[in-house]
T-cell receptor, first 111, second 113 residues
Framework: SQQGEEDPQALSIQEGENATMNCSYK?????LQWYRQNSGRGLVHLIL?????REKHSGRLRVTLDTSKKSSSLLITASRAADTASYFCATVKTNNNDMRFGAGTRLTVKP | KAGVTQTPRYLIKTRGQQVTLSCSPISGHRSVSWYQQTPGQGLQFLFE???????NKGNFPGRFSGRQFSNSRSEMNVSTLELGDSALYLC????????????FGQGTRLTVV
């Protein structure tokens, strides 16, 4: 069963705009990771944020984590058509014995 | 540096048969984990191997099994295939396991007819 819930399920924006995706989860976690997947292919790791961290940046990506609300957000700034993909959050439980993925957000960036 | 390699890329099997999928991790990575992706259930964790030992296991029936060899290559086996086993099977390798950055292969698309 899935741990996280992402919203929105689908997001369509214009190139240059920012995209924000949210992820909520249920149990205590060791870390939360965001992945991108293009058209049913392999996943690409974007960012890993640990439970004692609140924010991380990587290029145009910004991830926040609020463990009190059991939620995380992924912000993609100045989006490009190449950012079109599905984005998944994945949580690793506190005892590191399980990784759970959310259902994903399908992002479409129109040129 | 070569990425994670999964073979075969596509597979068609009949109900009741068994199948073995292979995953070669990135050189130096000791952890290999397996995932099943379906439209209905999404991405689900199957199991993780580290240094030839199954370290973690998801909630799948015993028909799903795996192993890891001394060179860190891993195989996943599904016995007595069911139509619902049709899915994209992904493997990922990492240095330290589930709490470290994982690198995914392109997956094996299994169709059970």
């Amino acid at each position: 069963s899935q741990q996280g819930e992402e919203d929105p399920q689908a997001l369509s924006i214009q190139e240059g705009e920012n995209a924000t995706m949210n992820c909520s989860y249920k149990t205590s976690i060791n870390n939360l990771q965001w992945y991108r997947q293009n058209s049913g292919r392999g996943l690409v790791h974007l960012i890993l944020i640990r439970s004692n961290e609140r924010e991380k940046h990587s290029g145009r990506l910004r991830v926040t984590l609020d463990t009190s609300k059991k939620s995380s957000s992924l912000l993609i700034t100045a989006s490009r058509a190449a950012d079109t993909a599905s984005y998944f959050c994945a949580t690793v439980k506190t005892n590191n014995n399980d990784m759970r993925f959310g259902a994903g957000t399908r992002l479409t960036v129109k040129p | 540096k070569a990425g994670v390699t999964q073979t075969p890329r596509y597979l068609i099997k009949t109900r009741g048969q068994q199948v073995t999928l292979s995953c070669s991790p990135i050189s130096g990575h000791r952890s290999v984990s397996w995932y099943q992706q379906t439209p209905g259930q999404g991405l689900q964790f199957l199991f993780e191997y580290f240094s030839e030992t199954q370290r973690n296991k998801g909630n799948f029936p015993g028909r799903f099994s795996g192993r890891q060899f001394s060179n860190s290559r891993s195989e996943m086996n599904v016995s007595t295939l069911e139509l619902g086993d049709s899915a994209l099977y992904l493997c990922a390798s990492s240095l330290g396991g589930l709490s470290t950055e994982a690198f995914f292969g392109q997956g094996t698309r299994l169709t059970v007819v």
